[in-house]
């Protein structure tokens, strides 16, 4: 089993940034894919971006490319989300997830694990 604990959600004005941190524990393998994912009210959770195990590739949705930017650490305990130029479009609570799979399998929603989620509200 791996956990992942998300942090560093809050409330920030539109244009602001905001840093999320996910802190993996248990059997963990840095060769898993991580990503971040998002459930705004009323909506379906929503792929964000995810890293491969090694770094090599990331992969963003279309509406965060260029604010958003996705990193790990070199032994794949801990995956960041450093989210500039905050909308409020980007409220919604935000999930870590790691998975055996690749980036495309990600970008499907599949995931293996999944944290407890962490809210990020951008007010206008």
């Known amino acids: 089993q791996v956990q992942l604990v998300e942090s560093g959600g809050g409330l920030v004005q539109a244009g602001g940034s905001l840093r999320l941190s996910c802190a993996a524990s248990?059997?963990?393998?840095?060769?898993?894919?991580m990503g971040w994912f998002r459930q705004a009210p009323g909506k379906e959770r929503e792929f964000v971006a995810a890293r491969s195990w090694n770094g090599g590739i990331t992969s963003y949705t279309s509406s965060v490319v260029g604010r958003f930017t996705i990193s790990r650490d070199n032994a794949g305990k801990m995956v960041y989300l450093q989210m500039n130029s905050l909308k409020p479009e980007d409220t919604a609570v935000y999930y870590c997830?790691?998975?055996?799979?690749?980036?495309?399998?990600?970008?499907?929603?599949?995931?293996?694990?999944w944290g407890q989620g962490t809210q990020v509200t951008v007010s206008s």
């Open positions: 997830a790691a998975s055996r799979g690749t980036i495309a399998t990600m970008r499907r929603g599949e995931s293996d694990y």
């Open positions: 248990g059997r963990t393998d840095s060769t898993y894919a």
